[in-house]
């Protein structure tokens, strides 16, 4: 009994991690430790305002201390309902007024990447492109040049083989940015989001003209061989892109 009366006054004094690591200690000190009593302490040490009314917001005091006292982490996202597999993208690019690619290109073929890269690129590009981490890449086929002294844009709409559906991308954005330490040339295109999600922006999409090593540019033309699409902003993983895709303004 004597016991009992100690754990009593020695409970209030505890922080919650302690508090529960007591009810692991024995049935005696796991029936003490349950009073709620000694969890309204520890709401009352975070949330003191939670203690003015008779009772607990939640269930029980103990239950709000397990739901948030502790920083949320992040949890693994459930299977996404698109799959590339149903997901086509379609790409424009051009040079002044001139198109000079036009591609359709199945989101399998996206999702895959290139596999096979192509000799005279740089060190630098074939590093990045060999790395594991996850990215959409395609050979731009036929290859193309784009010339240095010229605006060139880029248009990407994506399309539904499931409900016939078709969402934009990148809607005639500018390589306005040559990075020739990696032989790429980037714009970019905030995205269209669902009215669904009026809480979420600022997220862009990327892609990247891929050129050969600077040697073999000729009469200031970029001899691109791949195109890359990227989130990174918000998406590094092919689930996570595929949810992004999936907030996309459908129509």
């Not at 009366?5 to 690591?21: H, Q, R, T, Y």
């Not at 690129?121 to 010229?150: C, W």
């Not at 295109?189 to 891929?210: H, K, M, N, Q, T």
Request: proline content about 6%; charged content about 25%.
């Amino acid at each position: 009994m004597l016991c009992e009366e100690i754990l009593k006054n020695v409970f209030p004094l505890l922080e919650g991690e302690d508090l529960a690591a007591c009810m692991g200690v024995s049935k005696q000190w796991r029936d003490i430790a349950s009073d709620d009593f000694y969890w309204k302490c520890q709401c009352a040490k975070r949330w003191p305002s939670v203690c003015k009314r008779h009772k607990p917001p939640a269930e029980t005091y103990y239950k709000m201390y397990q739901m948030f006292s502790k920083r949320r982490v992040n949890r693994a996202l459930p299977p996404p309902r698109l799959s590339f597999e149903n997901l086509e993208f379609f790409i424009d690019i051009w040079s002044e007024d001139k198109l000079v690619f036009s591609g359709l290109i199945p989101g399998v073929a996206l999702d895959s990447g290139m596999i096979t890269l192509p000799l005279g690129i740089s060190n630098v590009l074939r590093t990045h492109l060999g790395r594991p981490d996850y990215k959409m890449v395609v050979p731009a086929e036929p290859r193309f040049t784009i010339p240095l002294n010229q605006s060139v844009t880029v248009s990407l709409l994506v399309a539904r083989n499931d409900s016939s559906k078709v969402a934009r991308i990148i809607n005639r954005s500018v390589f306005d940015y040559i990075d020739r330490s990696s032989y790429r040339a980037l714009a970019f295109e905030y995205l269209d989001l669902s009215p669904y999600y009026p809480f979420v922006s600022g997220i862009r999409a990327w892609i990247s003209l891929l050129f050969m090593d600077v040697e073999d540019m000729n009469d200031g033309l970029l001899d691109v061989f791949g195109i890359q699409l990227d989130f990174n902003d918000v998406a590094d993983t092919k689930d996570e892109v595929l949810w992004l895709l999936d907030m996309l303004d459908w129509k």
